[in-house]
């Protein structure tokens, strides 16, 4: 299922490269996606604490994949967030937040890699990439990434998303503000 959701991500960043690096110069876009992502998170906490019977991981299906990924889809954009959306979309859908949020994180893999791909293509071309500082770089990043989400499982765990919105809500305005400055 994990391939399944990374296709309208793989898509989305394919097709609409350019759209989508257009909108990283823009403080108004990233302010107002930042927002976005704050309803995100803010409503589908609503909806996983009203939906009494959480659906098990048999009910992950390509349906589910496909929509959880056209979710990961939109965190192309700059302040949507990738976990937020993803696991946001799971618990629309009616999943557990673990599963969720487990789920979530297996599809960054690929959309991390797919990515990375990318811009190793358009920046790469004279570096040396198995270089002491690359390898090290990637180790570093590996190992911070594990501690992260480790620490982000246990708090979606034990903890609701509101907090997220709220820091999302507090910077979309923020940097609309400078925006407007």
């Excluded at 994990?2 to 097709?15: F, K, S």
């Excluded at 019977?53 to 939109?74: D, F, T, Y």
Aim: aromatic letters at 12%; a positive charge.
């Amino acid at each position: 299922m994990v391939i399944i959701g990374t296709v309208p991500a793989g898509l989305a960043g394919v097709l609409f490269k350019d759209f989508f690096e257009s909108l990283f110069s823009s403080l108004t876009a990233v302010g107002f996606f930042l927002l976005v992502t704050g309803f995100l998170l803010w409503g589908s906490e609503n909806i996983s604490r009203r939906v009494r019977e959480k659906l098990p991981v048999e009910k992950l299906g390509v349906r589910e994949s496909l929509i959880i990924g056209c979710a990961q889809a939109l965190a192309i954009a700059p302040g949507i967030s990738r976990s937020g959306a993803t696991i946001s979309a799971g618990l629309f859908l009616g999943f557990e937040r673990e599963l969720a949020a487990r789920y979530s994180f297996l599809l960054s893999i690929p959309a991390i890699l797919g990515a990375a791909l990318i811009q190793i293509k358009d920046i790469g071309a004279g570096m040396n990439l198995l270089g002491a500082s690359m390898v090290a770089g990637f180790a570093a990043a590996a190992v911070s990434g594990y501690i992260a989400i480790k620490f982000l499982l246990k708090l979606i765990k034990e903890r609701d998303l509101y907090i997220f919105a709220y820091y999302c809500w507090a910077l979309g305005i923020m940097i609309l503000a400078a925006a407007l400055i």
